[in-house]
């Protein structure tokens, strides 16, 4: 099975990115967003965070390089973005995490502008992704919603393909349309796997149907473009920091919707965050709720995902072993607890945490999502849930094995 995200426009919009980051504006951008992540953390910065504020920061920015690169809303094309490193196609592509990226994701964006008349095509290669969302948003950090449309409502063709369309009137009828505002700046897409071995993207294609006599954007634009809008960005993803470290220690909050705080608009979420000891752990249970999509999910302090193609940082709901009654429960601890479902910390006694349900029934089952974290001493695990859950290093080795191997799909060629 062909890899759609292993395409000429990826490939070129990956080149575009490695130019960018080499520019003057970048490095003074990196500069200057670490400078005010600094001055607004203060003292709220954490044992065994600091080694890893630097790479943060690089990430962060690059991961604007990549909307810059895919911000061309004259000569559009999808720029897949929020990866980790990786090898592919000969080179090397460096990694974007930031913002809480869901490593269950392919987040995919293509330039929108607001009175051009666009058509996106999707044809399905494989299983398709538990949930698939398709967002106008308008700014740069993807927290404006504008429209969203779902795979559960998109009307498609037999073969389970579909064409949307998008422009700036209203859909009067339309199936599968998107009507953008002035401030119209992405289309973004997410795609949220809970198979990693099975479910594929969607072969993606976006055209822009009414002619614009307009060069494409230069690299020193993007590269000026991507600087700007990272620096300008800082303040609103402080904020999304604080909704966890916030808090108070050891807590999360109730389940709410995520587009209250600038996520999906059709996604259930939770935040929190724990600093554990190396004999602390984390019980969580969660219903699953009727979602389409379910998952948990460890970051490090600065909000970047734990690589997570490379260990357990984040368990979906097909990674799980379920409890008898259907429910979802997990280990967060920092080493590794003997259990299926542990999230791991990558080692750091301070994570963030989140959880999501995505594609709710409009109708709430289950009385709609609900979750408990309790604070335990390993030994006081309940020994029913170690029994089922037991696991030693060769079965850890096997489940990281197969972990690993369902990524690398992701980076095919």
């Given at each position: 099975?062909?890899?759609?995200?292993?395409?000429?426009?990826?490939?070129?919009?990956?080149?575009?990115?490695?130019?960018?980051?080499?520019?003057?504006?970048?490095?003074?951008?990196?500069?200057?967003?670490?400078?005010?992540?600094?001055?607004?953390?203060?003292?709220?910065?954490?044992?065994?965070?600091?080694?890893?504020?630097?790479?943060?920061?690089?990430?962060?920015?690059?991961?604007?390089?990549?909307?810059?690169?895919?911000?061309?809303?004259?000569?559009?094309?999808?720029?897949?973005?929020?990866?980790?490193?990786?090898?592919?196609?000969?080179?090397?592509?460096?990694?974007?995490?930031?913002?809480?990226?869901?490593?269950?994701?392919?987040?995919?964006?293509?330039?929108?502008?607001?009175?051009?008349?666009?058509?996106?095509?999707?044809?399905?290669?494989?299983?398709?992704?538990?949930?698939?969302?398709?967002?106008?948003?308008?700014?740069?950090?993807?927290?404006?919603?504008?429209?969203?449309?779902?795979?559960?409502?998109?009307?498609?063709?037999?073969?389970?393909?579909?064409?949307?369309?998008?422009?700036?009137?209203?859909?009067?009828?339309?199936?599968?349309?998107?009507?953008?505002?002035?401030?119209?700046?992405?289309?973004?897409?997410?795609?949220?796997?809970?198979?990693?071995?099975?479910?594929?993207?969607?072969?993606?294609?976006?055209?822009?149907?009414?002619?614009?006599?307009?060069?494409?954007?230069?690299?020193?634009?993007?590269?000026?473009?991507?600087?700007?809008?990272?620096?300008?960005?800082?303040?609103?993803?402080?904020?999304?920091?604080?909704?966890?470290?916030?808090?108070?220690?050891?807590?999360?909050?109730?389940?709410?919707?995520?587009?209250?705080?600038?996520?999906?608009?059709?996604?259930?979420?939770?935040?929190?965050?724990?600093?554990?000891?190396?004999?602390?752990?984390?019980?969580?249970?969660?219903?699953?709720?009727?979602?389409?999509?379910?998952?948990?999910?460890?970051?490090?302090?600065?909000?970047?995902?734990?690589?997570?193609?490379?260990?357990?940082?984040?368990?979906?709901?097909?990674?799980?072993?379920?409890?008898?009654?259907?429910?979802?429960?997990?280990?967060?601890?920092?080493?590794?607890?003997?259990?299926?479902?542990?999230?791991?910390?990558?080692?750091?006694?301070?994570?963030?945490?989140?959880?999501?349900?995505?594609?709710?029934?409009?109708?709430?089952?289950?009385?709609?999502?609900?979750?408990?974290?309790?604070?335990?001493?390993?030994?006081?695990?309940?020994?029913?849930?170690?029994?089922?859950?037991?696991i030693d290093d060769a079965g850890r080795a096997a489940?990281?094995?197969?972990?690993?191997?369902?990524?690398?799909r992701r980076i095919e060629i």
């Amino acid at each position: 099975m062909s890899n759609p995200l292993a395409n000429p426009d990826q490939f070129a919009a990956e080149a575009d990115v490695r130019a960018i980051l080499a520019s003057d504006a970048i490095e003074a951008a990196v500069a200057i967003v670490g400078n005010r992540f600094r001055l607004a953390y203060g003292t709220d910065v954490l044992d065994g965070a600091e080694p890893h504020f630097e790479a943060a920061m690089r990430e962060f920015v690059t991961n604007y390089a990549f909307k810059a690169a895919a911000s061309e809303s004259a000569h559009p094309r999808f720029v897949r973005d929020f990866m980790p490193a990786y090898d592919w196609h000969g080179t090397h592509v460096p990694g974007a995490r930031m913002g809480g990226d869901n490593p269950d994701n392919c987040y995919r964006l293509a330039g929108i502008a607001h009175g051009g008349h666009y058509r996106v095509t999707a044809r399905p290669v494989g299983p398709v992704p538990a949930n698939t969302s398709f967002t106008l948003v308008g700014n740069f950090g993807t927290s404006d919603t504008i429209q969203t449309i779902e795979t559960a409502q998109i009307v498609c063709e037999a073969d389970g393909s579909f064409v949307l369309t998008i422009d700036g009137t209203p859909a009067d009828g339309r199936d599968n349309h998107l009507t953008t505002a002035p401030r119209a700046k992405f289309l973004f897409v997410r795609e949220s796997f809970e198979n990693w071995a099975t479910e594929t993207s969607y072969d993606l294609s976006i055209d822009r149907l009414d002619p614009v006599d307009a060069a494409p954007l230069t690299r020193a634009e993007m590269a000026e473009r991507a600087a700007f809008r990272a620096v300008e960005d800082v303040p609103l993803y402080y904020w999304f920091h604080r909704l966890f470290s916030g808090l108070e220690r050891n807590t999360i909050r109730l389940p709410s919707p995520a587009g209250s705080v600038g996520g999906l608009v059709t996604q259930a979420g939770v935040q929190g965050w724990f600093t554990l000891a190396d004999d602390e752990v984390v019980l969580v249970r969660a219903n699953t709720a009727g979602a389409a999509y379910v998952a948990f999910q460890c970051t490090d302090w600065w909000f970047r995902s734990i690589d997570a193609h490379e260990r357990s940082s984040s368990l979906t709901r097909q990674q799980c072993q379920p409890d008898p009654d259907g429910t979802l429960s997990a280990v967060i601890a920092p080493r590794d607890p003997g259990v299926v479902n542990w999230l791991d910390t990558g080692g750091l006694a301070t994570s963030l945490f989140l959880a999501r349900w995505q594609g709710l029934p409009s109708t709430p089952v289950d009385g709609g999502p609900t979750i408990t974290a309790r604070l335990l001493n390993r030994r006081d695990l309940p020994q029913d849930f170690l029994a089922r859950q037991a696991i030693d290093d060769a079965g850890r080795a096997a489940l990281l094995a197969e972990r690993k191997s369902a990524w690398s799909r992701r980076i095919e060629i």
